[in-house]
């Protein structure tokens, strides 16, 4: 995985040629582009993050990292937001009801849905629009409404630092490596 993200990271364009003809295609700014880069790079460690986290508690969600990043990017929710409270709430989806693809206790825990992504897609879209949109941003502040124990915000806060820290090793692992090549 490290092998084929650093092999897309170095064989993209170090720079933006654009066309000065009339009606070329429009092309991005090199600002633009730096941007857009950046975003796909944050994107990957995210991907690779989360995907080691969940490996790492043997989870049946291991598989579904791009469900979790398609949820948050398409809601625009904090991407380690889903898979923190599916650890808090079902051990990454060891303990659901069965065939549920609720690893989050959404509605007790009884709402089914007919597949993982299926349900992260809701749970980000309720999140969302009932938690976020209303003013709870953190998950100290989401906490209170979404769960009625004084300790599950901690509790998530908990997984959602270990995201945070690997995160975090793999972005200095990285610059160091893009300083090394150099």
């Known amino acids: 995985m490290v092998t084929i993200f650093l092999i897309v990271l170095f064989i993209l364009p170090s720079s933006v040629h654009a066309s000065k003809e009339a009606g070329a295609s429009a092309a991005l700014s090199p600002q633009a582009y730096e941007e857009s880069i950046n975003e796909y790079v944050d994107r990957s460690i995210q991907r690779m993050v989360i995907s080691e986290v969940l ?14 990043m398609n949820a948050c990017m398409a809601h ?52 969302s629009e009932n938690y976020i949109a209303r003013g709870a941003h953190t998950i100290e502040t989401i906490g209170p409404i979404y769960a009625a124990s ?30 090394a090549s150099r």
């Open 55 to 68: 490996n790492k508690y043997h989870a049946p969600l291991a598989s579904e990292v791009d469900g979790f």
């Open 76 to 127: 625009d929710v904090d991407c380690y937001l889903l898979p923190s409270i599916a650890g808090l709430e079902s051990s990454f989806g060891k303990y659901t009801y069965p065939e549920s693809h609720n690893p989050f206790g959404w509605g007790g825990g009884y709402i089914m849905f007919d597949t993982w992504e299926d349900g992260f897609m809701v749970v980000a879209q309720g999140l």
């Open 150 to 179: 004084p300790t599950w915000a901690q509790r998530v806060r908990f997984f959602h630092n270990e995201f945070e820290r690997v995160e975090a090793e793999k972005k200095v692992y990285f610059h160091e490596l893009a300083l």
